[in-house]
Antibody, heavy 126, light 107 residues
Framework: QEQLVQSGAEVKKPGASVKVSCKAS????????INWVRQATGQGLEWMGW????????DYGQKFQGRVTMTRNTSISTAYLELSSLTPDDTAVYYC???????????????????WGQGTLVTVSS | EIVLTQSPGSLSLSPGERATLSCRAS???????LAWYQQKPGQAPRLLIS???SRAPGIPDRFSGSGSGTDFTLTIDRLEPEDFAVYFC????????FGGGTKVEIK
């Protein structure tokens, strides 16, 4: 069964950093890009960026540039999200999600997040 | 950045009724770049539809997607009790962005 399993909840003080892990199982982690998405309580979903576990290439959302780092350790099939200079506005559930692309004859390629981690609650409070 | 606007924000319906959810993009997007998700409290989103109209494996055929260009629709025929949830659209033009969601509530 293909799945992503994330690390547990974190409580951080303002100004601190947090590192969340996302371990892939049931498939090769290097075969799909990993994206990170967050959701504040009662709010919508916000895309943070993606990383290619194969190459290590990344692309971050403009809002998070300079504060976010996405890395991976392929030997343990794990991707990481690190967010620094935390403020209470960063309190949210953070999800990793696998990006899949399919291409069918005569149809445009399709992109979608098909496997999600269970989410990691990060609480930022003094 | 492409902005996705979902309407209505919430929908009150009874089991057995049809739900029609709209997702409008601020710019034209390829239909292959539009997906729909269901989310229940305390759970991660679940993929329903990719490529605007392709049902994901295991998704019942009462769920259907349509649309192109800037206007996309998710239809849920004959609502079942387990269908009451929040639904999001997501587009994959760079950067990816989500709609604000439509909450389907039991009337």
């Amino acid at each position: 069964q293909e799945q992503l399993v994330q690390s547990g909840a974190e409580v951080k003080k303002p100004g601190a950093s947090v590192k969340v892990s996302c371990k892939a199982s049931g498939y090769s982690v290097t075969s799909h890009d990993i994206n990170w998405v967050r959701q504040a309580t009662g709010q919508g979903l916000e895309w943070m960026g993606w990383m290619s576990p194969n190459s290590g290439n990344t692309d971050y959302g403009q809002k998070f540039q300079g504060r976010v780092t996405m890395t991976r350790n392929t030997s343990i099939s794990t991707a990481y999200l690190e967010l620094s200079s935390l403020t209470p506005d960063d309190t949210a559930v953070y999800y990793c999600a696998r990006l899949t692309m399919t291409a069918r004859s005569g149809m445009p390629p399709e992109y979608f997040f098909d496997v999600w981690g269970q989410g990691t609650l990060v609480t930022v409070s003094s | 950045e492409i902005v996705l606007t979902q309407s209505p924000g919430s929908l009150s319906l009874s089991p057995g009724e049809r739900a029609t959810l709209s997702c409008r993009a601020s710019h034209v997007i390829s239909s292959g770049y539009l997906a729909w998700y269901q989310q229940k409290p305390g759970q991660a989103p679940r993929l329903l539809i990719s490529g605007a109209s392709s049902r994901a494996p295991g998704i019942p055929d009462r769920f259907s997607g349509s649309g192109s260009g800037t206007d996309f629709t998710l239809t849920i025929d004959r609502l079942e009790p387990e269908d009451f949830a929040v639904y999001f659209c997501l587009q994959f033009s760079t950067p990816p962005s989500f709609g604000g969601g439509t909450k389907v509530e039991i009337k």
